[in-house]
């Protein structure tokens, strides 16, 4: 369980630099420069990336139960994962569904930790899916807060178009079937649907 903890403390941990202080995070990459504040970005997140799923599968050979739900919540549970493939692709593709969700990626985060919590009730699984959403949510926060002090860094606008929303429909659901007939058994040992 250890391991767990450090690695998500060191991944979300270097990803909340701006929410802790959008001006230090500023501020520490002119310092190092873009390029070695990148790197250091990098190299902490694939630590804390690794700890995480080496602890994570530590810790499921011996879980600790918090909490058993109806099994209703696991079809809640794979309800709420269909828009989040869908939101992952529209964080790159700009269209309608990027303006409508505006932080597409965030928002692709808190579902899925969601819906992990609601269908797996162990230690293990608390401490990452709700981490992840406790950070995604204080995320959201804090880049809404950053917009409007005028900290945020902002990209030239791609121009959207209805094209790349179908890209994002099409291709985020056939993720979605992929990861529930095959590819979550084959990564994570656990098949969504029995």
Same mark, same amino acid.
């Given at each position: ?20 202080? $959008? ?38 050979? $011996? ?14 549970? $794979? ?86 929303? $179908? ?28």
């Amino acid at each position: 369980m250890l391991l767990l903890i450090l690695g998500l403390v060191l991944f979300l941990g270097i990803h909340s630099v701006s929410i802790v202080s $959008a001006d230090g995070r500023n501020r520490l990459a002119r310092q190092m420069g873009e390029g070695p504040w990148k790197g250091l970005y990098s190299l902490v997140s694939l630590a804390g990336f690794v700890l995480i799923v080496i602890g994570y599968a530590a810790a499921r050979e $011996a879980p600790v139960l918090l909490y058993t739900l109806p099994t209703g919540f696991r079809h809640l549970a $794979a309800l709420l994962m269909l828009p989040v493939f869908v939101l992952l692709l529209a964080t790159y593709l700009p269209g309608r569904i990027q303006r409508t969700a505006k932080h597409p990626m965030l928002l692709a985060v808190k579902l899925w930790a969601l819906a992990h919590l609601l269908a797996n009730g162990t230690l293990a699984d608390v401490l990452l899916f709700g981490g992840f959403l406790a950070w995604a949510v204080a995320d959201r926060i804090s880049v809404k807060k950053r917009a409007a002090r005028g900290l945020t860094r902002t990209a030239p606008a791609l121009p959207g178009s209805k094209a790349n929303d $179908a890209i994002a429909v099409v291709g985020g659901l056939g993720l979605y079937v992929l990861f529930v007939v095959w590819a979550h058994a084959f990564l994570f040992g656990v098949r969504p649907f029995g």
